[in-house]
């Protein structure tokens, strides 16, 4: 009754204030949250589709790629995580050695374990090429590829190997052990990663073989450092007074004494000018 009695330009104020109230309200109350719950099914989805695939993938892998997996994690692990490093610390035993046999020896020893991880990464490599999804989308491809280039490279420069004494001998030595020192830890960096991956691509287990990788490269690291601290620590032995000097035998100090009593001691007589002169042509 009120409302009928208003004004007419009054109802149509209030109608506006009505209507311009109503619209929002009803928007935010009623079609907002299914637009946010649209969105959010939609994010939802795509997240449980994304699962679904990966885990189909897992399903359908074939025993036959789980093997391939675990043969060129096998190859890589002995020639990046084992070979490599034993290699160096041949060739560091070498550098101790004064010459002879022995550091020819070291040499070769040296020369066949790097080319014996050469090969066997090389036939990672092409595993890999074959046999798996080579997008390169994570950091275990890229590292592997940039190691495998790496790894040729420093062949070639060792191969071509300046005689001692060329000028150019101290920078070939200087690359050849950096680059060698470089692929040696980003190779070791790149197992981890590729038992990361191992365990993410067939949902096995990866522990123990971790614990096992980094058990012998801890060995490899305290051998390295042992090194060089081996002929210190048995110089401190001696230091300390650990070997007590040998007293003589009898033969050499009967040698001692004839080589004293057949010495001519000349002595010098005081006296004159002309004793001296006689002194020196006695």
């Not at 280039?149 to 070939?172: E, V």
């Not at 038992?195 to 051998?223: D, M």
Request: with cysteine; glycine share 6%; aromatic share 12%.
């Amino acid at each position: 009754m009120f409302f009928s009695h208003l004004p007419w330009i009054l109802k149509m104020q209030v109608s506006h204030l009505l209507g311009s109230f109503t619209i929002p309200a009803f928007y935010y109350v009623f079609l907002l949250p299914l637009v946010s719950c649209s969105s959010h099914v939609d994010v939802t989805a795509s997240t449980n589709h994304k699962n679904i695939k990966e885990n189909l993938h897992k399903l359908q892998m074939s025993p036959q790629m789980s093997s391939y997996i675990a043969v060129h994690g096998l190859l890589l692990w002995v020639s990046m995580g084992f070979l490599m490093p034993v290699g160096i610390l041949t060739i560091r035993m070498a550098n101790k050695e004064e010459g002879g046999r022995r550091v020819k020896v070291l040499f070769y020893l040296h020369a066949i374990l790097q080319i014996l991880a050469l090969v066997l990464a090389t036939i990672a490599a092409v595993m890999s090429i074959k046999n798996f999804e080579n997008s390169f989308n994570n950091n275990h491809q890229r590292l592997g590829l940039a190691i495998y280039g790496a790894i040729w490279m420093q062949a070639l420069i060792g191969f071509f190997r300046p005689p001692r004494g060329n000028k150019r001998r101290s920078t070939w030595y200087l690359t050849h052990w950096i680059l060698g020192t470089v692929i040696s830890l980003v190779g070791i960096i790149n197992i981890y990663t590729g038992l990361k991956a191992y365990h993410k691509k067939t949902s096995r287990s990866s522990g123990i073989w971790t614990i096992l990788f980094t058990a012998e490269v801890s060995f490899i690291a305290f051998f390295y450092l042992f090194q060089d601290k081996w002929e210190y620590i048995q110089k401190q032995g001696l230091i300390l007074g650990n070997s007590q000097p040998t007293p003589p035998s009898d033969q050499e100090h009967a040698l001692t004494q004839r080589d004293i009593n057949n010495q001519k001691v000349l002595l010098p007589v005081p006296c004159a000018k002309r004793n001296a002169l006689r002194n020196l042509f006695d």
